[in-house]
């Protein structure tokens, strides 16, 4: 679970500096707190639900999102 988290974390980041937004614009977007995604970049817990929140704010799928590891997206 924990390799999971970070990898999700990794790639928000990656996926967020990719669209040129800061961490509080995307909380903003998001409905999350700074705080939160910050720790969420950072490899903590996240919901799955809370993770597709993010992901809709980026505009991307949750697919899209892991897949940018991949080197795919």
Do not use: H, N, P, W
Not at 4 to 26: C, D, F, P, S, W
Not at 48 to 59: F, P
Request: aromatic share 2%; net charge positive.
């Amino acid at each position: 679970m924990l390799k999971a988290t970070l990898k999700a974390g990794q790639q928000v980041k990656i996926a967020r500096e990719r669209r040129g937004l800061t961490v509080l614009e995307l909380s903003k977007l998001a409905g999350v707190s700074r705080v939160f995604l910050s720790a969420l970049e950072g490899g903590g817990d996240v919901r799955m639900t809370t993770l597709d929140r993010v992901c809709k704010a980026l505009g991307i799928s949750m697919e899209e999102l892991f897949a940018i590891e991949r080197g795919t997206t």
